[in-house]
């Protein structure tokens, strides 16, 4: 599967945001899907993760209250709305697609992945 990330930009703190993330293929709800971010000099972190059916999600503890995961099985695609977002979430962030029967919140668990894209939120 390939996956491609939309939707950063540069927003003020406080302000909201989705990204998007569209998966080719006809086997998009075969997968379990998750977030990640890079915040520069960092490495990349987990930050929600979706079930199959969409039916089961769960966040990081630093974005919980304010990030949303969910996902469009009938549009390939997976979305994160931010919200309340501050300086500390500026970073690239990736989609990420596994077929494991088991996910979470570690990079290797995950076989595909987004090109990124930036989202930068001036304090």
């Known amino acids: 599967v390939q996956l491609q990330a939309s939707g950063g930009g540069l927003v003020q703190a406080g302000d909201s945001l989705r990204l998007s993330c569209a998966a080719s293929?006809?086997?998009?709800?075969?997968?379990?899907m998750a977030w990640f971010r890079q915040i520069p000099g960092k490495e990349r972190e987990f930050v929600a993760h979706?079930?199959?059916?969409?039916?089961?999600?769960w966040n990081a503890d630093s974005v919980k209250g304010r990030f949303t995961i969910s996902r469009d099985n009938t549009k390939n695609t997976v979305y994160l709305q931010m919200n309340r977002l501050s300086a500390e979430d500026t970073a690239v962030y990736y989609c990420?697609?596994?077929?494991?029967?088991?996910?979470?919140?570690?990079?290797?668990?995950?076989?595909?992945w987004g090109q990124g894209t930036l989202v930068t939120v001036s304090s």
């Open positions: 990420a697609a596994t077929s494991r029967l088991l996910s979470g919140m570690r990079e290797f668990e995950y076989e595909y």
């Open positions: 293929g006809r086997t998009f709800s075969s997968y379990a």
């Open positions: 979706i079930s199959r059916s969409g039916g089961s999600a």
